[in-house]
């Protein structure tokens, strides 16, 4: 039997593509773009995401994580072109995206790039502005030291990663990534004490970085440098949901995109933090669903 979460495609110039399936397999198909040092493993772990009638979840491995082959020197742009062509592969017509974190910047890429076959996409906590002083400012000082280290030392950055790759691999891995997310609010450790949602975030950055270190430094590099593409230049129908309390990716960057992107509907809520994709992830997929006659070509 098939396994749907381990599966694989070669891309148009020989890379391979990681990716899992999830859910109704005649569902109206939905991309799911993970956040940072994340896999195709990473999904909310609720029945929406797994078993809603009407929806089958994609999920992927980008270049250099899990499954997938690396692709030094990308950008943003190039990861578009990956879609299209697993969407060529995989007889796709039209489909959503959703992307969480550092995946909404592949998102938002994709409603640019696009155009022709996104239904919609949702930006959930995402990623944006980090060009813009203020925006960049609203950033933890931790964050910003990560950025400067990404963009001008990677090496350094990827070396980093494969020497806390035993540590996440040992019998105290998921200790130590629980406390490496000790910076999120309250609402985000309530979703955390839940261990499904632990364990799939623990799966998930081990897949990632068991090719190397390297693939997941390519991956934050693509969206901390210039994306070449302006916000005000996307044409597909973009929501954008953010917590209030969220730290790592900060309202600002929400209401960056929200004051460029011209067909947009933005979602602030109050008392939600990063991981809003888990807490929401219904009213997420719903939102969709209700637009996607209106939108579909």
């Known amino acids: 039997m098939m396994d749907h979460t381990a599966q694989t495609l070669t891309l148009r110039d ?40 009407g929806v089958r979840l994609y999920t992927f491995d980008r ?33 959503a995206v959703v992307g969480g974190s550092l995946g909404g910047a592949y998102a938002v890429a994709c409603a640019y790039a696009l ?8 930006v959930i906590s995402g990623v944006s502005g ?34 806390s790759r035993p540590l996440i691999n040992s019998r105290f891995g998921k ?3 629980r406390s490496a997310l000790g910076i999120l609010p309250q609402s985000d450790q309530d979703i955390l004490d839940q261990p499904e949602n632990m364990q799939i975030m623990y799966d998930s950055a081990r897949e990632c970085l068991s090719p190397g270190g390297a693939g997941a430094v390519d ?14 230049d996307i044409r597909t129908k973009v929501f954008i949901w953010q917590g209030e309390d969220d730290p790592q990716a ?26 809003l994709i888990i807490s929401h992830w219904r009213h997420i997929l719903q939102q969709i669903l209700d637009v996607w006659p209106a939108c579909a070509g």
């Not at 899992?20 to 999904?43: M, N, V, Y």
């Not at 155009?115 to 949702?122: F, G």
Request: aromatic share 10%; net charge neutral.
């Open 14 to 53: 020989g890379r391979t593509l990681g990716y899992a399936e999830w859910g109704d397999p005649d569902g109206k198909p939905i991309l799911l773009f993970g956040g940072s040092t994340s896999s195709r493993l990473q999904r909310p772990a609720d029945d929406a995401s797994q078993f809603a009638p």
């Open 250 to 275: 900060p309202p600002a960057m929400a209401r960056y995109m929200a004051a460029r992107i011209p067909a947009n509907e933005a979602t602030f809520l109050a008392n939600a933090g990063h991981l």
């Open 63 to 95: 270049p250099g994580t899990g499954l997938s082959t690396r692709q030094p020197n990308r950008t943003l742009l190039d990861w578009p072109d990956d879609i299209r062509d697993f969407a060529r592969q995989k007889h796709l017509d039209q489909f």
């Open 130 to 163: 980090l060009g813009d002083a203020e925006v960049f400012a609203t950033q933890t000082r931790a964050t910003r030291s990560l950025i400067a280290t990404v963009r001008r030392f990677p090496q350094f950055a990827a070396f980093q990663n494969n020497l």
């Open 115 to 122: 155009p022709d076959l996104l239904v919609c996409a949702s």
């Open 175 to 177: 200790r130590v990534l």
């Open 219 to 232: 991956d934050m590099r693509a969206v901390v440098n210039d994306w070449a593409f302006k916000l005000e």
